[in-house]
Each structure stands twice: as C-alpha cells, then as structure tokens.
C-alpha cells in the first residue's frame, strides 16, 4: 500500500517448527503480494532450548526470542499470540493469551478435548480479542471457488461428500513414537491430525454435521521412542519401545442437517499416498472434485452438458475471478502448500483491523472437537452419535 500508513501488528510466536517455519513465511511473504491496513511484524519467537530458539529467530526473521512462552505473553510489545506447538498446549497457551488481551491464531485441532476447547472459546468471548485456527485448506483458490459454486447453486441439492485424508509417513512400525502418537500429548492420532482438516472443509462447504457413526483402529501398538524433527520427519531416540495410545486411521459416515450423507476416511498408513487430501461433492446438478496434490485444480461435472460431451473438465484456478489467485502470476502459474497460510493469515490482519474473527475461528474449532470427540465416542460404543451443539 504505497503512500498508505499500514498499522504495525507485532506477532508473538509459540514454537518454531514446522508449521512456526509455515506461519513466518506467510508473515514475511503477506505484504509481497496482498495490500493490507494491517502489515504483521515478527517481533518475537518463543521456544525452550535457548540455543535452537536462536537459531530459529535469525533464520526466520524474527526480531527477539523468549526461552518460556508466559513472558513472550506478558511482553507489551506483542499484539497477537500464534501458537504453533503440540496440542496438549494449545489451551493453557491460548487462555493466558486471551486473558493478557492478546489477539489468537492456533494450529488445530483447537485442544485436546471439548472441555478445553470451550474454555478456550469463552476466554477469548469474555476478553474480546480476535481469534482464529489453522485451517488452512479452506483457503486454497479451488476450494474457495467450490465454495462459491455451491452458494451459487451450481450442483444444486448436495447429496453426498466424500473426505479422504490419506497419509503414510508412520507406516514403518521403527517409525518412532513420536507427540503425534501419545493421546496425552496430540488428543487423538489420524482424526485429530488429518481428519479435522477434512471435517473442516465439510462444514465449510456444506454445512453443519448432524451426527456420525466410525470406526478407528490402531495397527502398530508400540514404537522406539523418538520425537519429531521439522516436517513429518523423525528421529529415534532410544531403543526402548513406548505404547502408541492414539488411532492410526480411521473412518466414519455422517448426516449434516441439510440432509446430505457423508463418508470420511482418515489413516496414516495407506502406503503411496503422501498428503492425499481429497473430497468429492455430488448434488443434483453435477459434481466436483479437489486433491491437495494438484491443488491449482477444481474437477467440475454438469449434468446440463449436452450428450456425448459430457465428463468432468479441468479447471486450474489460477484466473483473475478465483479467489486470492490474482494476486500472483499469470493464468496457469501455479501456487503451492504455503501459499494456503498466506491467504489465511490475510483473512487474520483483516480480522486484527476490523476487530471481526474471520473464520474458522474459536467457535468453529469447538464445532470441529464436538464432531471428534463423537467419532470417538461412536468407535467405542458402535452406535451413531448425534453432535450436542
Ligand atoms: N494446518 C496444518 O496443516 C498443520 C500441519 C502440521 C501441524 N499442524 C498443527 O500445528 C501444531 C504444531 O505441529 P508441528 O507439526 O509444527 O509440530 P513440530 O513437532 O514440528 O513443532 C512443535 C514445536 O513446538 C515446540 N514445543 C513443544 N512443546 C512445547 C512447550 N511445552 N512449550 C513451548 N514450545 C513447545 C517444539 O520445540 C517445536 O518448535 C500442532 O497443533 C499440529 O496439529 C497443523
């Protein structure tokens, strides 16, 4: 915005790993290419290995570092608190912020149970700063654009979603036991992890989930203890092997209360697939289709089509009309992974200017906890659960 005085808004971050390295990149690359009043400052990073979190500030660019995350809080000089550590933190984190006035933006899932989660939800409510989670899917131009097929009526009523998340990078049973695997530490394992991204799209495409009835199972009960390295790498540790107490996949069925009928298959152990983030809506008019591999792209079907044409065509949402697409290249340049967090955290720096939580805010991560939580009730009891909102 040249010319235009943008407001300063000074970031605190908590954790510096992978999704810290995503988070500063969409910081520092958010002023490059969106025009905004509110231009992030990365004042400070917090972590607790002194010499790492060092190390972590002058790659990434962030100005100071703490070595314990309530004084990164206290600090004056930070507006926003963006927490990018294991799950079991989320909530302390996330309450001391709210209470200190700090605005929040959280990787999800939002806590480790509903009861945190709503905790959560109500200290942000009761201490009026702007908050957000990290579903960051929602914000690629093709989903975007989906989104806006559907409002349009496009496909008319929908009938079906299907959101398969389909990773294998812990398939090897030496892979180590890692706070992804310890329900003390991340809540839950594949649902949690990856199914929540897709239960995610589903309410953000379709709408509320009604009920649910799933299944999870665990294939590999123990693991050399070990600890994540940045990614979804890791490294062992020591050759004593440690319980793995959370799911390796599941799936379930659910209804929304629009009436359309869903299935959801989440697992870390489907060999071949990396990040295989699909979804297939089908409604009375057509269909489409999203894989986060080739991202750019939206499958559109059209019942309308005339006989003989008829098939699913290939639209690469890199046009000037797709959502945040015009703000990169030419038709046809494509954009990746990372750029998913820079339109979320410019949706956040509106949010900061207007005062208004953009979503998936506090409210929608609670939603999200409650459909977790019931797939899980629903694995032990075999029954279908309805969602108490
Ligand atoms: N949106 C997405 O697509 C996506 C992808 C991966 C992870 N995540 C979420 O992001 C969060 C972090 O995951 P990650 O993959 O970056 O993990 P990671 O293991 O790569 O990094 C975790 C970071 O937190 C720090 N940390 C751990 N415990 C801490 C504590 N008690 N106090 C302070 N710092 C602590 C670690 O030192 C490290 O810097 C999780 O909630 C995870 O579910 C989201």
């Excluded at 799936?251 to 009928?261: K, P, S, Y």
Aim: proline share 4%; net charge negative; charged share 25%.
């Amino acid at each position: 915005m040249v010319g235009v005085k943008q407001k300063e808004v000074r970031i605190g971050m908590i954790g510096y790993q992978f999704m810290g390295k995503m988070h500063s990149h969409a910081y520092r690359d958010l002023p490059f290419f969106f025009d905004t009043e509110a231009r992030p400052v990365l004042q400070a990073v917090a972590g607790r290995n002194e010499a790492a979190v060092k190390q972590a500030a002058e790659k990434m660019g962030w100005a100071s570092y703490e070595t314990d995350w309530r004084r990164l809080i206290e600090r004056d000089d930070i507006d926003v608190i963006d927490i990018v550590t294991p799950n079991h933190t989320h909530a302390d984190m996330a309450i001391a912020a709210a209470e200190a006035g700090k605005h929040i933006i959280i990787e999800k899932p939002l806590a480790l149970t509903v009861e945190q989660a709503e905790r959560m939800a109500e200290a942000v409510k009761r201490n009026n700063v702007v908050h957000m989670i990290c579903h960051n899917y929602r914000f690629a131009p093709a989903v975007q654009y989906a989104k806006k097929l559907i409002q349009d009526g496009v496909l008319g009523r929908l009938y079906h979603f299907r959101g398969n998340y389909l990773q294998d990078f812990i398939i090897d049973p030496a892979f180590p036991l890692v706070w992804r695997l310890k329900k003390e530490v991340s809540g839950s394992g594949a649902l949690g992890d990856i199914a929540a991204h897709s239960i995610d799209l589903a309410r953000f495409l379709v709408g509320d989930i009604h009920e649910v009835v799933g299944t999870m199972e665990t294939f590999i009960k123990k693991r050399p203890i070990g600890e994540m390295v940045g990614g979804l790498s890791a490294k062992v540790d020591s050759d004593q092997m440690g319980e793995v107490t959370v799911d390796d996949a599941v799936a379930f069925l659910a209804r929304f209360e629009n009436g359309t009928v869903a299935t959801f298959e989440a697992t870390r152990f489907a060999a071949g697939n990396r990040n295989k983030n699909t979804f297939e809506i089908n409604g009375e008019k057509g269909s489409i289709r999203w894989d986060m591999e080739n991202m750019n792209n939206l499958e559109v079907y059209l019942t309308e089509d005339a006989p003989g044409l008829q098939g699913f065509r290939l639209i690469n949402c890199t046009e000037d009309i797709h959502p945040y697409a015009g703000a990169y290249w030419p038709p046809g340049h494509i954009i990746g992974y990372e750029h998913t967090f820079i339109h979320l955290i410019y949706e956040f720096m509106k949010g900061v200017t207007s005062g208004e939580s953009p979503r998936p805010n506090f409210e929608d991560g609670v939603k999200n906890q409650k459909i977790l939580a019931a797939v899980e009730t629903s694995a032990q009891t075999k029954q279908w659960v309805t969602i108490d909102y």
